[in-house]
């Protein structure tokens, strides 16, 4: 079965930091690319970002210098650290892995298996 559980989300102030955490299980991790996504209410899901198998990163412009993604093959997890967070970041995250290994995306449609989500709210 698989399954991609997020975890580490809840409520923080604006300035404040969280670190999301997606642990997978029953699936091929060390050879896939994992993605970090968001949605806000009202709003379509958005690419945040991304870590290929062999650790290179990518960002949304939005998140980039205050987000770092981050993978750990060893325990099937890869991490999204979230600092500086603002009102704007609030949404549910969701992570992802790529459809096909070796590769890594900001589009939706090339991630196939995902995560139930995990809600941030950030205060002002």
């Known amino acids: 079965q698989v399954q991609l559980v997020e975890s580490g989300g809840g409520l923080v102030q604006a300035g404040g930091s969280l670190r999301l955490s997606c642990a997978a299980s029953g699936v091929d991790f060390s050879s896939y690319g994992m993605g970090w996504f968001r949605q806000a209410p009202g709003k379509e899901r958005e690419f945040v970002a991304t870590v290929t198998w062999t650790g290179i990163t990518l960002y949304a412009d939005s998140v980039k210098g ?56 950030v205060s002002s």
């Open 66 to 121: 205050r987000f770092t993604i981050s993978r750990d093959n060893i325990k099937n997890t890869v991490y999204l650290q979230m600092n500086s967070l603002k009102p704007e970041d609030t949404a549910v995250y969701y992570c992802a892995r790529s459809r096909t290994p070796y590769s890594a995306s900001i589009r939706r449609i090339d991630y196939d298996y995902w995560g139930q989500g995990i809600q941030v709210i």
